[in-house]
Protein backbone atom coordinates (compact mmCIF):
# COMPACT_ATOMS: atom_id res chain seq x y z
CA UNK A 1 0.00 0.00 0.00
CA UNK A 2 1.42 2.75 -0.99
CA UNK A 3 -0.09 6.27 1.04
CA UNK A 4 0.72 9.95 0.07
CA UNK A 5 -0.11 13.38 0.55
CA UNK A 6 -0.28 16.14 -1.85
CA UNK A 7 -1.08 20.06 -1.79
CA UNK A 8 -5.34 20.20 -2.37
CA UNK A 9 -5.76 22.72 -3.87
CA UNK A 10 -3.70 21.88 -7.11
CA UNK A 11 -6.20 20.20 -8.67
CA UNK A 12 -10.23 21.25 -9.14
CA UNK A 13 -10.85 17.06 -8.71
CA UNK A 14 -9.68 17.07 -5.25
CA UNK A 15 -11.56 19.84 -4.61
CA UNK A 16 -14.25 18.19 -5.70
CA UNK A 17 -13.73 14.94 -3.44
CA UNK A 18 -13.15 16.60 -0.23
CA UNK A 19 -16.20 18.54 -1.00
CA UNK A 20 -18.20 15.09 -1.65
CA UNK A 21 -16.99 13.25 2.14
CA UNK A 22 -17.38 16.87 3.57
CA UNK A 23 -21.30 15.60 4.89
CA UNK A 24 -19.66 12.28 6.20
CA UNK A 25 -17.04 14.53 7.96
CA UNK A 26 -19.62 16.32 9.83
CA UNK A 27 -21.28 13.60 10.59
CA UNK A 28 -18.57 11.79 12.31
CA UNK A 29 -18.18 14.90 14.09
CA UNK A 30 -22.11 15.37 15.53
CA UNK A 31 -22.20 12.43 17.96
CA UNK A 32 -19.23 13.96 19.81
CA UNK A 33 -21.77 17.19 20.67
CA UNK A 34 -18.27 19.78 20.71
CA UNK A 35 -20.37 22.68 19.93
CA UNK A 36 -17.58 23.70 17.28
CA UNK A 37 -19.79 22.58 14.37
CA UNK A 38 -23.22 24.12 15.04
CA UNK A 39 -25.51 23.40 12.36
CA UNK A 40 -23.93 25.31 9.59
CA UNK A 41 -27.59 27.23 8.87
CA UNK A 42 -27.68 28.42 12.21
CA UNK A 43 -24.61 30.77 11.82
CA UNK A 44 -25.68 31.99 8.70
CA UNK A 45 -23.41 29.55 6.76
CA UNK A 46 -23.75 26.61 4.10
CA UNK A 47 -21.30 23.84 3.61
CA UNK A 48 -20.23 25.34 0.76
CA UNK A 49 -18.91 28.59 2.84
CA UNK A 50 -17.21 26.48 5.12
CA UNK A 51 -15.27 24.73 2.19
CA UNK A 52 -14.72 27.99 0.56
CA UNK A 53 -13.11 29.33 3.63
CA UNK A 54 -10.52 26.27 3.84
CA UNK A 55 -9.90 26.46 0.51
CA UNK A 56 -9.22 30.44 0.80
CA UNK A 57 -7.20 30.61 4.59
CA UNK A 58 -3.67 31.38 3.42
CA UNK A 59 -2.47 30.40 6.82
CA UNK A 60 -3.67 26.49 6.41
CA UNK A 61 -2.28 23.83 4.57
CA UNK A 62 -5.24 21.77 2.96
CA UNK A 63 -3.87 18.05 2.22
CA UNK A 64 -5.52 15.26 -0.04
CA UNK A 65 -4.55 12.03 1.64
CA UNK A 66 -3.98 9.30 -0.71
CA UNK A 67 -4.26 5.71 -1.30
CA UNK A 68 -2.60 4.04 -3.97
CA UNK A 69 -3.05 7.26 -5.75
CA UNK A 70 -6.86 7.42 -4.79
CA UNK A 71 -8.12 9.83 -2.39
CA UNK A 72 -8.99 8.60 0.93
CA UNK A 73 -8.77 11.34 3.29
CA UNK A 74 -7.86 15.38 3.69
CA UNK A 75 -6.23 17.00 6.32
CA UNK A 76 -5.65 20.73 7.22
CA UNK A 77 -2.49 21.95 8.88
CA UNK A 78 -3.09 25.33 10.21
CA UNK A 79 -0.31 27.76 11.83
CA UNK A 80 0.22 27.62 15.81
CA UNK A 81 0.73 30.48 17.75
CA UNK A 82 1.03 31.25 21.82
CA UNK A 83 -0.54 29.26 24.20
CA UNK A 84 -1.07 30.64 27.67
CA UNK A 85 1.11 28.62 29.76
CA UNK A 86 3.05 26.45 26.91
CA UNK A 87 5.63 26.89 24.72
CA UNK A 88 4.16 28.34 21.31
CA UNK A 89 3.50 25.93 18.21
CA UNK A 90 4.47 26.10 14.72
CA UNK A 91 1.88 23.72 13.67
CA UNK A 92 -1.45 22.76 14.93
CA UNK A 93 -3.49 19.31 13.13
CA UNK A 94 -7.08 21.50 12.34
CA UNK A 95 -8.51 18.74 10.68
CA UNK A 96 -7.48 15.27 9.67
CA UNK A 97 -10.61 12.68 8.23
CA UNK A 98 -10.13 9.64 6.45
CA UNK A 99 -13.12 7.89 4.44
CA UNK A 100 -14.82 5.49 5.52
CA UNK A 101 -13.71 2.74 3.34
CA UNK A 102 -10.00 3.67 3.82
CA UNK A 103 -10.36 3.51 7.97
CA UNK A 104 -8.53 0.25 9.60
CA UNK A 105 -6.02 0.00 6.54
CA UNK A 106 -3.07 2.38 8.12
CA UNK A 107 -3.78 4.69 5.72
CA UNK A 108 -3.88 7.62 8.45
CA UNK A 109 -1.13 6.09 10.31
CA UNK A 110 1.05 6.13 7.42
CA UNK A 111 -0.13 9.65 6.41
CA UNK A 112 0.52 11.33 9.59
CA UNK A 113 4.32 11.23 9.66
CA UNK A 114 4.99 11.93 5.46
CA UNK A 115 2.63 15.18 7.09
CA UNK A 116 4.47 15.66 10.19
CA UNK A 117 7.86 15.88 8.55
CA UNK A 118 6.54 17.79 5.48
CA UNK A 119 6.04 20.76 8.18
CA UNK A 120 8.86 20.42 10.25
CA UNK A 121 8.95 22.37 13.76
CA UNK A 122 7.54 22.38 17.04
CA UNK A 123 3.36 20.81 16.60
CA UNK A 124 -0.23 20.93 18.98
CA UNK A 125 -2.73 18.15 17.95
CA UNK A 126 -5.66 18.24 20.50
CA UNK A 127 -8.01 15.75 20.85
CA UNK A 128 -11.97 16.09 22.63
CA UNK A 129 -11.81 13.44 25.41
CA UNK A 130 -15.52 12.07 24.52
CA UNK A 131 -13.85 10.95 20.70
CA UNK A 132 -11.42 7.88 22.61
CA UNK A 133 -11.12 6.75 18.69
CA UNK A 134 -9.13 9.75 17.99
CA UNK A 135 -7.50 10.04 21.51
CA UNK A 136 -6.06 6.39 20.62
CA UNK A 137 -5.13 7.25 17.22
CA UNK A 138 -3.49 9.95 18.28
CA UNK A 139 -1.71 8.90 21.09
CA UNK A 140 -0.12 5.61 18.80
CA UNK A 141 0.47 8.05 15.80
CA UNK A 142 3.00 10.72 18.09
CA UNK A 143 4.14 8.09 20.07
CA UNK A 144 5.76 5.93 17.62
CA UNK A 145 6.54 9.24 15.54
CA UNK A 146 7.94 10.73 18.51
CA UNK A 147 9.76 7.50 20.33
CA UNK A 148 8.32 8.27 23.24
CA UNK A 149 9.61 12.40 22.78
CA UNK A 150 6.09 14.12 23.57
CA UNK A 151 4.52 15.57 26.16
CA UNK A 152 1.01 15.18 26.56
CA UNK A 153 -1.93 17.46 29.10
CA UNK A 154 -5.38 16.48 29.75
CA UNK A 155 -7.77 19.10 30.92
CA UNK A 156 -10.50 21.03 29.54
CA UNK A 157 -12.44 18.11 28.60
CA UNK A 158 -9.18 18.02 26.05
CA UNK A 159 -6.49 15.84 25.21
CA UNK A 160 -3.12 17.60 23.58
CA UNK A 161 0.09 16.54 22.50
CA UNK A 162 3.17 18.60 21.73
CA UNK A 163 6.34 17.81 20.01
CA UNK A 164 9.05 18.54 17.43
CA UNK A 165 8.60 17.15 14.19
CA UNK A 166 10.60 16.41 10.97
CA UNK A 167 14.24 17.84 10.54
CA UNK A 168 13.83 20.11 13.61
CA UNK A 169 13.27 16.79 15.68
CA UNK A 170 17.52 15.88 14.98
CA UNK A 171 19.87 16.91 17.50
CA UNK A 172 23.10 18.49 15.64
CA UNK A 173 26.14 16.03 16.26
CA UNK A 174 28.33 17.69 19.16
CA UNK A 175 31.27 19.87 17.57
CA UNK A 176 34.04 17.13 15.52
CA UNK A 177 31.63 14.45 16.92
CA UNK A 178 29.03 11.85 15.33
CA UNK A 179 25.35 11.91 16.02
CA UNK A 180 24.19 9.55 18.71
CA UNK A 181 22.76 5.98 18.04
Known amino acids: MTVSVRDARALPADRRWIEGVYRDYLDDLAPLNTGV ?18 FADPSAHLLLILKSGAPAGFAMVGRGGPAPGRPPSDYR ?89
Do not use: C, K
Not at 39 to 52: A, F, R, Y
Open 37 to 54: FPILGEVGHSEPDQLTRW
Open 93 to 181: MAEFFIARPFRRLGVGRAAVPLILDRFAGRWEIVEYQRNPGAVSFWRRVVSLYTRGDYQERVGDGEVRQTFVSGSARRTPPPPGGSPPR
